[in-house]
C-alpha cells in the first residue's frame, strides 16, 4: 500500500512539476485557439463555397428562364404576323390567295406505296465506319 501512494505521489509530483507549467499550459492554450479559429474559418469557406455553388446554379436557372421567355415572346410575335395567319389558313382552313389553284390529291394506295420498294432506290446498303470514312475523304 505503502508502494501505491508513493507512486501516485510520485505520479501527480511529475504531472504537476513537468507538464502542468505555466509554459505548457499557455502553449496548450495557444494550440486550443489555432485549432478552433482553423476549424472555424474550414467550416465557413466550405459553407461559403456550398452557397457560391447554389447561387451559380441560380443564375444558370436564371438565364434558362430569360432564353425561354424571350423564345416564347418571339413565337408570340410570330403568330401575330400576317404571314403565320396566311399559311395556318392554308394549312388547316383550306384557303388560298388570289390566282392560286387548290389541286387536291387522294390518299396514295398500297399498290402506290409499294411501286418503288423493288427498284433500290431507297434502300442503302449498310457500311462499316471505315468504309463510310474512305467514301467521305475519297469520293
Not at 424571350?70 to 403565320?84: A, I, M, P
Not at 388560298?96 to 387522294?106: D, I, W
Amino acid at each position: 500500500m505503502h508502494k501505491l501512494e508513493t507512486n501516485l505521489r510520485r505520479f501527480f509530483y511529475h504531472l504537476q512539476h513537468d507538464f502542468l507549467t505555466a509554459n505548457n499550459i499557455v502553449n496548450a492554450v495557444a494550440i486550443v485557439t489555432c485549432l478552433w479559429f482553423t476549424i472555424g474559418a474550414v467550416s465557413s469557406m466550405s459553407r461559403n463555397w456550398e452557397l457560391k455553388q447554389k447561387l451559380q446554379e441560380k443564375y444558370v436557372q436564371l438565364a434558362k428562364v430569360k432564353l425561354e421567355v424571350e423564345k416564347l415572346q418571339l413565337e408570340q410575335e410570330y403568330y401575330k404576323t400576317d404571314e403565320y395567319k396566311e399559311l395556318l389558313a392554308r394549312s388547316k382552313g383550306g384557303k388560298m390567295a388570289e390566282g392560286e389553284t387548290m389541286v387536291v390529291l387522294p390518299k396514295n394506295s398500297n399498290e402506290a406505296k409499294n411501286a418503288h420498294k423493288d427498284t433500290g432506290l431507297y434502300t442503302q446498303e449498310e457500311k462499316s465506319n471505315f468504309e463510310q470514312w474512305m467514301d467521305l475523304l475519297f469520293k
